[in-house]
């Protein structure tokens, strides 16, 4: 399915999306994870079973060097979700937050982070 044919087609029963590309918007990706609405769990539902448990809603989001701007924050949502963290992403963006790092030597100090501690 591509994204401009989702909305029209009111799907809330996907038991998996498989992203092939980042999005371009935020909304987008929203609407894809929409299609799963059906299948998403209800992590304080005591009634859970394990077959239910079995057959929750599953994401997969195939990431490449062009989508390096989108992997840290991919990172901190799936740490905040406490979802399964595939290694290949912490040495991912390990190499990015690293990179991102090395830019900052030798560039002056922001005045306001001078001032007041953020910039």
Do not use: W
């Not at 901190?76 to 690293?98: C, H, M, Q, V």
């Amino acid at each position: 399915l591509t994204d401009r044919c989702l909305p029209s087609l009111h799907i809330s029963d996907a038991t998996c999306v498989i992203h092939f590309g980042f999005p371009t918007s935020q909304r987008i990706f929203g609407m894809r994870m929409l299609s799963m609405l059906d299948n998403f769990q209800n992590r304080f539902d005591k009634d859970t079973s394990l077959e239910q448990e079995c057959s929750k809603a599953k994401s997969v989001l195939l990431m490449s060097e062009k989508n390096a701007v989108h992997a840290v924050g991919i990172l901190r949502y799936l740490e905040r979700t406490e979802a399964a963290i595939p290694p290949e992403l912490f040495d991912f963006t390990a190499g990015i937050l690293s990179a991102k790092e090395e830019m900052k030597h030798g560039r002056p100090l922001c005045q306001h982070l001078k001032a007041f501690g953020v910039c």
